[in-house]
């Protein structure tokens, strides 16, 4: 049985071609009668030895945390944990390539690492700085597609403090914190298109890369947005809820042309707010968030099923020069 990482593998190793595996992903797909268009695969779960080395890497590294925690002080801990997770990926990552595990062994890293470089400087900054440059030397060594959101996560993080720092010292107090996420939200946008970009067909690990900055991209725009706009707060009335409808249907088109559902699913709690304060304004007050609920889970399952048809309905719909640098109809 062939697994994504397999394919991957022989894609990085030249062994076989990206439009060798596509091809190969549509006679599956044919075979099976589904659609192999437009899926976007993510891979995270392999099999069940996964979960099961997920579970067994967990317990190993709490044991170590507590083990050097005790015997000496948190510190040595929190670093005992980050160096044994580096070991471990260096067998279940670069070697096995599994994907679970490399996640939660870059994740437990990351947050070793963290941990004890703020236990030391005692400066929040200087510890996630730190731990930017920690990911980006795990990045180098194991390339796990997280990698690149989690570095990007910290260095968006000291971005804003900087820029709030400045703007404090220019004498400026109360500094616009949802703008400066606004921003950096973009910018993450803007990255995870470039890397989107540099494989449209999707068929290498850089895609994956892609989907994890589009996850820490669309809070990142999402929620400065209705903050800054008072949209969901206590007493919103009619108007406010049909923006953030108005809104979410704007970001289903970005998430249709782009080809990514991430956008959609962060923005799923304000809409289903908005939704059930416009069905309590028309008088259903008892069922208003079944009924939301009902209404949303259906819109969403149709789109599922006809993603595809709806997305080449929404590219034919854009200008040739937009059309041509996004992901096409495969």
């Known amino acids: 049985m062939y697994r994504e990482e397999d394919l991957t593998s022989a894609i990085d190793a030249g062994i076989l071609t990206p439009s060798a595996v596509q091809a190969f992903r549509l006679h599956v797909a044919r075979s099976r009668e589904l659609p192999a268009v437009d899926e976007e695969n993510v891979r995270l779960v392999t099999s069940f030895n996964d979960v099961f080395v997920v579970i067994a890497c967990s317990l190993l590294l709490g044991a170590i945390y507590w083990i050097g925690a005790s015997a000496a002080r948190p510190v040595h801990g929190w670093m005992a944990m980050a160096a044994m997770a580096w070991l471990l990926a260096e067998f279940f990552t670069r070697r096995r390539r599994m994907a679970l595990p490399s996640m939660a062994l870059l994740l437990a890293f990351a947050g070793g690492v963290h941990a004890s470089a703020h236990a030391v400087t005692s400066n929040l900054s200087a510890a996630t700085g730190i731990s930017v440059l920690a990911v980006a030397a795990h990045w180098f060594r194991f390339k796990v597609p997280l990698s690149v959101a989690v570095g990007v996560a910290g260095a968006a993080t000291l971005g804003v403090t900087g820029v709030g720092a400045l703007l404090r010292l220019a004498g400026l107090e109360a500094y616009p914190v949802s703008q400066l996420i606004l921003v950096a939200g973009i910018l993450v946008f803007l990255l995870a298109m470039y890397w989107d970009k540099s494989d449209p067909r999707r068929v ?84 208003a968030f079944a009924a939301t609920a009902f209404v949303l889970g259906s819109a969403l399952l149709l789109l599922s099923i006809y993603w595809h048809a709806v997305r080449s309905f929404v590219l034919r719909c854009l200008p040739p020069k937009l059309r041509a640098s996004l992901p096409p109809l495969q």
């Open 204 to 287: 290498t690990g850089r895609a994956d890369v892609a989907f994890w900055l589009h996850i820490l991209a669309a809070p990142m725009m999402i929620h400065p947005v209705v903050t800054l706009f008072k949209l969901l707060e206590l007493g919103s009335g009619t108007r406010e809820a049909l923006t953030v409808v108005a809104l979410y249907a704007g970001i289903s088109v970005v998430s249709l042309a782009i080809d990514r559902r991430a956008l959609m699913v962060s923005a799923l709690v304000y809409v289903l707010v908005a939704l059930n304060v416009l069905l309590e304004k028309a008088g259903v007050v008892d069922l």
